[in-house]
Nanobody, 125 residues
Framework: QVQLVESAGGTVQVGDSLTLSCVAR??????MGWFRQPPGKEREFVAAIRRDDGHTYYADSVEGRFTISRDRTKSTVSLHMNSLKPEDTAVYYCAATTRNYALSFMSRQDLYSYWGQGTQVTVSS
């Protein structure tokens, strides 16, 4: 069983930075990802970090602005968000799977078995 606990999001201004963290209570190492659901839209992939080698994968919309990282000693994955835009406003979800997928598969929501409760990030202009 895997439990994911996300840090609180918040309200920031355009251009600001914000870091979200997700603590994974699990007995095995995980591939972990971040997804988000903007208001009135479907949930979408943001970033992921692969279990075995730590390779990362990003959505085009956040490439170069967001960075996903992990601290295995603390079982924590973080999403560092820079140059935030109003369109980054969403509920952000941490997700995990015990599997080790090819990078091109890591954006698929159906491959993640475990999900956090979600945290709101609002970027105001």
């Amino acid at each position: 069983q895997v439990q994911l606990v996300e840090s609180a999001g918040g309200t920031v201004q355009v251009g600001d930075s914000l870091t979200l963290s997700c603590v994974a209570r699990a007995s095995s190492t995980l591939t972990m990802g971040w997804f988000r659901q903007p208001p009135g839209k479907e949930r979408e992939f943001v970033a992921a970090i692969r279990r075995d080698d730590g390779h990362t994968y990003y959505a085009d919309s956040v490439e170069g602005r967001f960075t996903i990282s992990r601290d295995r000693t603390k079982s924590t994955v973080s999403l560092h968000m820079n140059s935030l835009k109003p369109e980054d406003t969403a509920v952000y979800y941490c997700a995990a799977t015990t599997r080790n997928y090819a990078l091109s598969f890591m954006s698929r929501q159906d491959l993640y078995s475990y999900w956090g409760q979600g945290t709101q990030v609002t970027v105001s202009s």
